[in-house]
């Protein structure tokens, strides 16, 4: 008799999605640095802080959106970061508004790329007749709701035609024509993209482009060397005789304007574009809110662009040189050598006003320019000593800028990043009152810049994130020491804006208990597991209160929560046995005191308890 064999499947277990969109390959230093600080796992620091919230193997990328600790939310194509709903807002929305304000009677526009749909969400908000969205992979599409508390329904304006397509093969084959259109590719560095930035892409984008019409590209300069900087500007110029370097954020990103001649620019129809309240909340992002902003916003153009682009290569199908240089500068960083070239070869300020045509209102403007441009001086001058690591020489720098435009954004941010970052440093090394005051300065330099509006803070996300880290780690360091009251004012503070951290909700939890306002204490650890349903320390400290206040079934579901976020934590066990022992649940008091002795023998509290309920277990 035949014997058949037997085939045993044994399934594979389903991968983690959050660490398949991870991107170890580019964050790998970023997650190693939280394992070793918080002593925890790989694994644990690749997820840490983020929360997915969509996850899909497209056709082209593997897209991912998740929602940071912040509240930011990030869409991610091969774990790699390509927009943000807030943290680089201020780039996707210049890329959007910068065309349609220096092209000021455009109605039929072209969007390559859709990405969050936040550039498309400016355009919209211009009165164009009709926008093309091109988008390459279906996925993104699908992730595109995600971002609408922040866009808006953008697919939905009766203006839009999204089209799942190639942005190149669209250009080749479609019959349309266009006034703006805007590419808004992945970095260069990524297989594949390099020939997005090519001269025969830009030489089809032209080719679709009106008379009068404007390309406007974008371009990194982190981890990008200045010869492959210069290669794409040059590349860009060679297409169009007319070019601009704009700067989104300084050593970020820059826009390339194109454009095949001068397109005149009404001034006084810019200055009713910037009062618009429909575009005030972008122009506050951008810090876009008058035409002095709007000049220093413009880096080079005219004849500066082949002074600076002299002697760099093409970048053509032909011989791909993105597609081999650009990686190589993947992990460089920020170049201290790029951005010295790049702002060593800036526009004058005639040169500037020339170019916009606004000889008329030339010495308006010309009188604010010497000192916006000395400003910028000594912000750069700074920046590139913040990248070298002297920190005071960079601080100093960032003073004097500030001394001669209180307002001047970079200055702010840089220094108040700055700061606090010297704060951490300090407090690491046990020198808190130092740490303390560079947390303060950190916080003085925001409350000049906003002029004490707290509320002001939400246009300016990386800013509220430094104030909202500062207030939380000067919080810490009073309840460390005790001092209650200025430790509630600080944790009050940082909670009281958009960005808000469980772990602060959970600290001032702490402090109304510390001084006997339960309630409130309650309400902040719910807020803190809200925010962070797998935050133990706020579930456990819930649980405790809870008990104290003798609401024994909900304290008894809070510490359920902690056994099945950390199931060998001793105190639980032993806490929520207290909680059955109120409820005269012997038995299950007994088990969970029996659990707490196996995890920790020395437990002598979970000893003395046992005792006490066997002896409630044991019949007379």
């Known amino acids: 008799m035949a014997v058949l064999p037997v085939l045993v499947w044994n399934p594979i277990s389903q991968w983690d999605a959050a660490i398949l969109t991870s991107g170890p390959y580019l964050y790998a230093k970023t997650y190693r640095d939280t394992s ?8 644990e620091a690749m997820k840490k802080g983020r929360e997915l919230l969509f996850f899909k193997e497209g056709l082209h990328a593997v897209v991912s959106v998740q929602k940071t600790s912040e509240g930011d939310l990030m869409l991610n194509l091969n774990g790699k970061t390509d927009a943000t709903a807030r943290g680089d807002a201020a780039t996707q929305l210049m890329l959007g508004h910068l065309p349609l304000l220096l092209h000021q009677g455009a109605q039929d526009v072209l969007v390559i790329g859709l990405g969050s749909g936040m550039t498309l969400a400016a355009v919209e908000r211009h009165p164009v007749r009709n926008v093309d969205v091109v988008e390459i992979e279906a996925a993104v599409v699908e992730a595109q709701p995600y971002f609408q508390q922040f866009t808006g329904a953008v697919l939905d304006d009766p203006r839009v035609n999204l089209m799942v397509a190639d942005g190149r093969n669209h250009l080749a084959l479609t019959d349309r024509s266009y006034d703006v259109i805007i590419s808004e590719p992945s970095n260069p560095w990524i ?47 060679s297409v169009f005789p007319n070019t601009s370097i704009w700067e989104a954020s300084l050593g970020g990103d820059y826009l390339l304007i194109g454009s095949r001649q001068e397109v005149p620019i009404d001034h006084r129809m810019l200055v009713d574009r910037l009062s618009d309240e429909r575009l005030r909340a972008d122009l506050e992002t951008m810090n876009l809110l008058d035409l002095t902003a709007f000049v220093n916003k413009l880096v080079i ?31 460089q960083g920020r170049s201290t050598e790029l951005l010295k070239e790049l702002y060593g070869h800036a526009s004058t300020p005639v040169e500037m006003l020339r170019s916009l045509g606004w000889v008329e209102i030339a010495a308006r ?14 912000v750069l001058a700074g920046y590139i000593s913040f990248t070298k690591g002297a920190a005071q020489d960079a601080i100093m720098k960032f003073e004097d800028a500030l001394a001669i435009r209180p307002k001047d954004y970079a200055a702010t941010y840089l220094l108040a990043k700055l700061s606090y970052g010297v704060g951490q440093s300090l407090k690491d090394a046990q020198r808190r009152t130092e740490a303390s005051r560079a947390y303060q300065k950190s916080l003085e330099t925001i409350e000049n810049f906003i ?39 600080a944790f009050e503070r940082s909670v009281s804006g958009e960005v808000q951290y469980a772990v602060a909700h959970n600290n001032l ?19 803190a597991t809200e925010l962070n349903p797998n935050l133990v320390s706020a579930r456990m400290n819930l649980g405790n209160t809870l008990l ?21 934590f001793a105190p639980t066990h ?14 299950k008091a007994e088990k969970e005191w029996m659990r707490a002795l196996e995890l920790d023998p020395d437990f002598s509290q979970a000893q003395t308890r046992l005792d006490l309920v066997r002896k409630e277990l044991t019949p007379l």
């Open 36 to 43: 070793e600080q918080q002593s925890i796992g790989l694994e």
């Open 191 to 237: 297989s594949g993209m390099a020939n997005l930035f090519t001269r025969e892409f830009f030489q089809q984008a032209k080719a679709r482009l009106r008379p009068q019409g404007v390309m406007c590209q974008w371009v990194h300069a982190y981890s990008m060397s200045s010869q492959d900087f210069k290669t794409i500007v040059r590349t860009f110029h």
């Open 301 to 331: 153009t005219g004849d500066a662009i082949d002074r600076y682009t002299k002697g760099a290569p093409l970048h053509t199908d032909d011989n791909a040189r993105l597609e081999y240089s650009a990686p190589k500068a993947l992990l």
């Open 365 to 378: 403007i010309e009188k604010d320019s010497p000192a916006m441009f000395q400003a910028k001086k000594e």
């Open 451 to 489: 002029s004490g509006d707290r509320a002001s803070l939400s246009d300016h996300f990386d800013l509220e994130v430094i104030y909202v880290m500062a207030q939380l780690d000067l919080g810490i360091m009073a309840l460390k020491a005790d001092r209650l009251a200025e430790a509630a004012a």
């Open 509 to 527: 939890g702490i402090v109304y208990d510390r001084t006997g306002k339960y309630d409130a204490a309650l309400n902040q650890y719910r807020r």
């Open 548 to 568: 104290r206040q003798k609401h024994y079934p909900e304290a008894i579901e809070s510490y359920r929560q902690v056994q099945r976020l950390k199931p060998d």
């Open 574 to 587: 032993y806490n929520l046995g207290a909680a059955y022992f109120e409820q005269s649940q012997w038995a």
